[in-house]
């Protein structure tokens, strides 16, 4: 009898011990909801931009690390490369695209990974033009860059007098065919797209342009980006072809 009393306490010991491991409560580590590692697309990223500059979500113009997640882009593709300054155009398979911040030299074709924040540079508050920007976080050692990849010149927008640079179109690839008219003022390339003497697309003075001759037509590809007004940049002389 005094056996099988013992034997039944050391068996209820057993399971209460048992059962307090298994009840214990968990301790977890703190999540940091600010930190996004999953895959993003740029159309994913420019559309957030648009909506927080719509809703004029303070932190969004400047990328605040305590308001802006971090989102992970891949395969982005140089097509115009300002990496000098600071900068390039990036796009996606999809001809997709923006301004990237960067800290590390590109060059055109460059296909590269990069961890980041989005944000928006207000350009004209009347009529709600802001360029989509995304600002690398990475070191230059850590921004992961492939292979040369191919500009997808096969998704492009073509523009028209229907489909001119703007909202609609900025960071994204674009293609053009229109008589050069010279250049304004400020340097600028002008370009007719119906032939009846008037600018109608600007290509930026930084493009890489080839020799042009005024009253030719040119097929000319690039990417929309804002410089005081709309106007396109070509990363390099082999985007522009005569007609």
């Known amino acids: 009898m005094k056996k099988t009393l013992v034997f039944l306490l050391v068996v209820f010991m057993g399971v209460f011990l048992l059962t ?127 292979v040369k990849g191919n500009i997808p010149w096969d998704k492009a927008d073509y523009l028209t007098m229907d489909n001119l640079p703007g909202m609609n179109n900025l960071g994204n690839l674009v293609i053009f065919e229109g008589k050069y008219l010279g250049k304004d003022n400020y340097g600028h390339f002008d370009f007719d797209l119906n032939n009846d003497g008037n600018s109608d697309v600007k290509v930026v003075k930084y493009s890489l342009m080839p020799a042009l001759i005024e009253n030719n037509t040119y097929e000319v590809k690039g990417v929309v980006g804002y410089n005081y007004g709309f106007k396109i940049y070509v990363g390099d002389s082999s985007f522009v072809t005569e007609k």
């Open 20 to 146: 307090g491991c298994l009840t214990k409560e968990k301790v977890e580590e703190p999540a940091n909801d600010n930190i996004s590692v999953n895959e993003y697309s740029v159309g994913d990223v420019k559309s957030e931009i648009k909506e927080n500059y719509i809703n004029g979500t303070a932190g969004w113009d400047t990328a605040d690390p305590d308001v802006v997640p971090l989102r992970n882009l891949k395969n982005v593709i140089v097509v115009y490369d300002g990496s000098d300054y600071g900068y390039v155009y990036g796009v996606t398979s999809d001809g997709t695209g923006l301004y990237f911040k960067v800290n590390t030299n590109l060059e055109i074709k460059d296909t590269f990974n990069a961890t980041g924040r989005p944000y928006f540079t207000e350009r004209d508050q009347n009529k709600g033009y802001f360029e989509y920007r995304f600002s690398i976080a990475q070191s230059d050692s850590e921004v992961a860059t492939t």
